[in-house]
């Protein structure tokens, strides 16, 4: 084979090299901004996604209902079935609770799939997580212990 | 939710076109490589190039495809660049083969499949990484058995003066290569767990916070297990890569450049001691040092490799010899841990550029993750995967080019190296379900028809 194929060939393979390099590195600039859609266009989407409610099949290990395990209304309990739970103090709230740290409508859990958040709605004092207020929609597993006023609760099977 | 229906927000697409599209050019390049090694050294193209790439391709597919149903949101970049990566090594092995008259390539090959069918694996069976938090403790005793192992008389041996290997019946193994990751899922673990402690305990000596005593201990221990590794299996890389491991994350958790003055000054010590006591670093260092004095059979010739490796790039230069066309058999064991050595000698120093280049979006992709994870223990666990392969990939390139003292650790996915590879790839699907969960759009909870049902609230009194 000729000096020059030969050549050819280098140059070429080390064009190929390059070129992937470059591609995933436009893939990369192409990822930084994501996709902008309008504030809720996304919900919109999703509620249409979420359209046809699947049944809620009770799978081994998953949890049944929430239980206040600290605070003046320990032992109240709200079955995940009527999801989603409302937490507060307000009269439509499905946990009610009377502590003076929680606000009508405190925080909410919800399922998103087969697994569960909890959400603050804007309330005065905040939902934790451990030591963490959360500000976002965030997961809980069973015996996730979420802190609304001076109650705790959490996820049971 | 605000009344605006047009505030912009920031949601991550899926990329799966984008990752497939890479993906044929990741083939590209792998089997770009075959054919071209092929045609360098025999003038025609290998004989079985279709079944190769046909084999090549279908691993990559099956990837993609798992992927695509299992992890819809991971990162489209990351699978591409470990296929490219892994093709290249394939066929600089493959060269090495034809040269030398072994078959290194196919076990290389075998050890792939192994590798993606793990990949594969993990992807289905580890729907969520926030499980891997409960096995904190487990995966660390696990590794420390795992990082015990070659001592035991009988089932460890010891090659080229690394006791580093296991053996069970023909098979052979370094079980550091698995060590490592769970030793990543224990940092994050323990890390996640007692940040606050080591963070904001301690006082503050000449603009440096340090750290409280009675926290130094988990320190401490890693620069015993790490100089251990190190005196007992005299294996300099891995010593350092467990350590500098447990470094970064331990600096990334808890944001406090005490810790990283507190390692830099252990690990000097640890390093000077080693140099003074033991005498396979002495060598090393000596041979990095003047590596032409120790050239020659007279001069016991411990830099051979090192030099002619130094030789091939220089002849190699800016373009390469093109592959199949240098003499890359010339270096000792260059399949392993001189891969880098054969890639310059043939590729140049354009090639060796784009391959240190991949392996800086591999570790920019896995910090990205890491800043878009929602939960601690995923940040740290990408952090520390990110660390595993920079501090591997700086090591041995950095070795190979004379930049630091040589220390034997394979180059992630191009050097030959079963367990290598199949911790790498099970590495790569930790990454991708990680970032498949960071850039999942965070689920929406709020539906507008209940948003302000109850604008007033009633204070209640007393």
Redesign the interface.
Known sequence: ?SELT??L???A??A??????L???S??R??M????????A??AA??REQRPPKPARARRGAPTHVLVVDGDNLGERAELSAA?ILIG??P?AAIRLDD?YV???HA?I?A??D?W?V?DLGSTNGTYIG?ARIT????L?IGTQVRVGKTVIELRK | MSQAGMIMEFVHRRRRGAELFLLVLALAVGVGAYAAVGLGVDGEVPTDLITYGGWLAALVVIAHLVVRFVAPYADPVLLPVVAALNGLGLAVIYRLDLAEDTTFARQQLTWMSLGVALFVIALLVLRDHRVLQRFTYTSGLLAIILLLLPMVPGLGTEINGARIWIHLGPFSFQPGEIAKLLLVVTFAGYLVLHRDALALAGRRVLFVDLPRGRDLGPILLMWLVSLGILVFQTDLGSSLLFFGLFLIMLYVSTERAGWLVLGTGLFIGGALMAYRFEPHVRVRVDTWLHPFDYYSDAQGATSFQLVESMFGMGWGGLLGRGLGLGMPERIPRAESDFIMGALGEELGLTGVIAVILLYGLIVERALRASLICRDGFGKLVAVGLAGVVALQVFVVIGGVTRLIPLTGLTTPFLSYGGSSLVANWVLIALLLRISDYARRPAPTLSTEDDADQEATQVVKMA
């Open positions: 084979m030969l050549f060939i280098r140059l393979y080390l190929i090299l390059w070129i992937f390099v591609s995933a590195l893939v990369i192409s990822d901004f994501g996709a902008r859609m309008p504030e809720g996304r919900q999703a509620k989603p103090r307000g439509d003076d606000s009508t409508r909410r919800a998103s799939g697994q958040f959400e030591n976002q929609p965030t997961t597993t």
